[in-house]
């Protein structure tokens, strides 16, 4: 099997299961649009925002570095893992303890910072107490905790060549968090409308339009995540090399701060438009924000299974003689594949906000849509070139990029969120990860060369941009012409690839 397939068939298995994952979990969106308004979606996205970040906290950078490790000692893989799972461990129980004391605080915190702002603009919204903030923080702090310790194990599965019972885990996770969410957003509401048996009882401890439902949903899925890894969990073995252990923090903690500064970018957005802009917009502002970039998730998706795939991927081959080929082939159909998804999801804006995003309230928001799908083009590109840090255990370069990519975000969200809100978070999104991309490029050339086809690569970036501009802002979003355009693309794609398109599907 070549190279190239073998690449492709791991990143589809992935693919597959973060595919179905996410896209059923995004089928979720219209039903947070149509039971919450937007100041209500506006809490649950400030608070999956702040988890977003300590997720980072938790993992320490430790997936990567496991990958990394088990290449550098191929005959001590046990204690690669026994070191790994340990640090995890060790970094959750050191921040419950210095959380826990302060949920309290916290909870006035969040509140003040996000929910209070609504409490004044709209006094009926229901989950914006401060007893309610604390039984948020509760249970995401356990979310944190159990889904850290699930990462190492879930990255054994990878490593060990195990697609199917990664995917089988992970989709039963995805499907007792939707499954619980439509029994406590939709079922029960109806079940309690057209008072059928047992509607009594419920009534009397269900909250109509708790958003903390979507939270306790969570938290049961990762419980019944880690339980399913026990087997993993239970081949780990209190035999751990304290070199290697400290070694592999100093690999990982570079990877921990890029990580941060990655979520940064991503989340800080979200945060920063509840804290600037004036109490009577700023949860709903948040929250209409939130909602439209829910369509750049397609492209996310392809992203994140193109990583699942590539980081093992590139470090098993990273011995290889033509190396430096392969990655910069791959690259070139990441672009082309990335560039497809961004102008099929403008060309069809329309018929994705009608359908997953019903909310009427939630439309004036669409012009986000392009320069977000577009930084998330950026953003794939950079994650690729970020193979060169990673492999010549250079992590402090991840820190850099990510760094100044991070300092970009609240920098131009400070100076323009007050004046543009929710445009000014989108575009400053595409600028940081345009940033982040061509400093990788620049420093990975200098210290990791890879033959990267520039020209090519740019002509397909450059021309899908042309193709979007004419889709969303000439033809308005017209469904028709955006799919002929897309079509023509596609069609040029395959014109010009052709000859590799046939020579990879013809080896074995």
């Not at 219209?30 to 906290?57: D, Q, R």
């Not at 399913?228 to 304290?242: A, G, M, T, V």
């Amino acid at each position: 099997m070549s190279t190239a397939r073998k690449f492709a068939g791991q990143t589809t298995v992935y693919g597959i299961t973060t595919i179905a994952g996410r896209v059923l979990s995004f089928f979720l969106t219209p039903l947070y649009t149509k039971a919450y308004p937007a100041g209500t979606y506006g809490i649950l996205t400030t608070m999956f925002a702040y988890v977003s970040i300590l997720n980072a906290v938790m993992a320490f950078g430790m997936e990567t570095t496991f990958f990394r490790y088990l290449n550098k000692y191929e005959n001590n893989k046990q204690r690669v893992y026994n070191n790994a799972f340990a640090s995890v461990v060790s970094i959750t129980l050191i921040f419950l303890l210095l959380v826990l004391p302060f949920i309290s605080p916290i909870a006035d915190l969040i509140n003040v910072s996000a929910s209070a702002k609504i409490v004044h603009a709209h006094r009926a919204v229901v989950g914006t107490s401060h007893a309610d903030f604390i039984t948020y923080i509760e249970y995401f702090l356990a979310i944190l905790v159990l889904d850290a310790w699930c990462v190492i194990p879930f990255a054994k599965l990878r490593a060990d060549g195990r697609p199917g019972k990664y995917s089988l885990i992970k989709t039963i996770n995805i499907g007792i968090f939707i499954s619980l969410n439509l029994i406590f957003i939709w079922l029960i509401p109806f079940w309690m409308r057209h008072q059928l048996a047992g509607s009594a009882w419920v009534g009397h401890w269900y909250i109509k339009g708790w958003v903390g439902y979507v939270f306790l949903s969570n938290l049961f899925a990762s419980i019944v995540t880690l339980i399913l890894l026990l087997p993993e969990l239970l081949k780990i073995r209190f035999d751990f090399d304290r070199k290697m252990l400290f070694e592999m923090y100093a690999y990982s903690w570079p990877i921990l701060i890029a990580n941060l500064s990655y979520l940064i970018n991503e989340n800080a957005d979200k945060l920063m438009l509840g804290w600037l802009l004036p109490p009577k917009i700023g949860l709903r502002d948040v929250g209409i924000y939130g909602a439209c970039a829910k369509i750049s998730i397609f492209l996310s998706i392809f992203i994140n299974a193109f990583r699942l795939g590539a980081e093992p991927f590139f470090f098993n081959h990273a011995k290889n003689k033509n190396a430096s080929q392969t990655y910069a082939r791959i690259m070139e159909y990441f672009v082309i594949a990335v560039c497809i998804i961004f102008i099929g999801l403008i060309a069809n804006i329309d018929l994705l906000m009608k359908y997953f995003i019903p909310g009427h309230s939630y439309w004036v928001g669409i012009n986000v849509i392009p320069p977000l799908v577009f930084g998330y083009v950026s953003l794939g590109i950079y994650m690729n070139l970020s193979v060169w840090y990673k492999l010549s255990d250079q992590t402090k370069y991840g820190l850099y990029i990510s760094g100044i990519g991070a300092i970009a975000t609240i920098v131009l969200n400070v100076l323009f969120i007050p004046t543009y809100s929710y445009m000014a978070s989108a575009w400053t999104s595409l600028i940081a990860y345009t940033i982040m991309m061509i400093l990788s490029y620049l420093w990975g050339q200098k210290n990791y060369p890879i033959p990267y086809n520039l020209k090519k690569n740019g002509a397909y970036i450059i021309s899908s941009i042309i193709i979007v501009f004419l889709s969303f802002y000439i033809f308005k979003h017209n469904i028709f012409a955006g799919d002929a355009l897309l079509i023509g693309y596609v069609l040029a794609a395959y014109f010009f690839e052709r000859k590799d398109i046939k020579a990879i599907l013809s080896r074995k």
